[in-house]
């Protein structure tokens, strides 16, 4: 619980059979989070029974990619504070009290892994991957006129409940480059975000996307054209509005629809 309210961590797994028991445990560990939620998004054989062996709950989405099971986890967590993390060992648990802090003040908490005293040795941020990430979220600052950005592939993120149905209810991109589309769309909600530094940690596995500079190369285009049509197909966001304003979801599904994605 935080604040009298709920916490839900939702954990989509491909590839993290040998570290997802441990994730889910660190988590409960806590002793702030109420809900587990894994999506099994056609897993690696043995991933279930490793989860079957903790308190969380197991969904299936048929699916494949990111951010179909990304959706899925939005819509069926139950806690009215949502939070999305990995289960391959690359984020601490502990670190999910700097997005809780911050969950009182806005709807939409983003993690940063750019912060260099907080990559470990080992870890997957090498310089391309690093100011890669940088440059798109610089991108979308300046086109969108946003608050502080410096990631845009860092999963651990937390969004209130309400804000995660709506945004959950127009995202309409299944594969890698989702994240960039939920924060997106966060922006045109005129919900209030902040980001925050996290701790970022060497992976258990290899990642099937950053595990391969070729595949990294082609999920960072795709977030910039992704990013290009957003801003082609939307009005520059020059003031604030009120956080949950309706009008501004029904503008973000109207730029939606009309994007060739």
């Not at 179909?68 to 139950?78: C, D, F, I, M, S």
């Not at 391309?128 to 502080?148: C, M, P, Q």
């Not at 999920?219 to 604030?240: D, K």
Request: net charge positive.
């Amino acid at each position: 619980m935080w604040n009298g309210g709920e916490v839900s961590v939702v954990l989509m797994t491909y590839a993290e059979r040998d570290s997802i028991r441990d994730v889910i445990t660190g988590f409960f560990d806590t002793g702030l989070v109420d809900e587990v939620l894994v999506v099994d998004n056609n897993a690696e054989p043995g991933t279930a029974e490793q989860v079957a062996k903790t308190r969380a709950r197991l969904v299936h989405e048929p699916q494949q990619g990111y951010g179909h099971a990304t959706r899925r986890g939005l819509l069926e967590a139950r806690g009215e504070l949502i939070v999305l993390a990995e289960p391959d060992g690359t984020f601490l648990p502990q670190d999910i009290l700097k997005l809780l802090v911050y969950s009182t003040e806005c709807e939409a908490v983003f993690g940063t892994r750019t912060t260099r005293e907080l990559i470990w040795d080992g870890a997957n941020m090498a310089r391309f991957l690093r100011w890669g990430n940088w440059a798109v979220a610089k991108l979308i600052e300046f086109l969108f006129n946003t608050s502080h950005l410096s990631d845009v592939g860092c999963t651990y993120r937390l969004l209130r409940r309400e804000t995660a149905r709506r945004v959950a209810g127009e995202m309409s991109v299944g594969g890698s480059h989702a994240g960039v589309e939920i924060m997106l769309l966060t922006i045109l909600s005129g919900a209030r975000f902040v980001e925050v530094p996290v701790n970022y940690l060497p992976r258990v596995g290899v990642s099937s996307v950053t595990g391969s500079q070729l595949k990294a190369v082609l999920v960072g285009l795709r977030m910039i054209q992704l990013v290009l049509r957003f801003r082609r197909a939307s009005p520059r966001r020059r003031e604030r509005p009120a956080p949950f304003a309706q009008t501004h979801y029904s503008q973000a599904r109207e730029i939606r629809e009309r994007l060739p994605l």
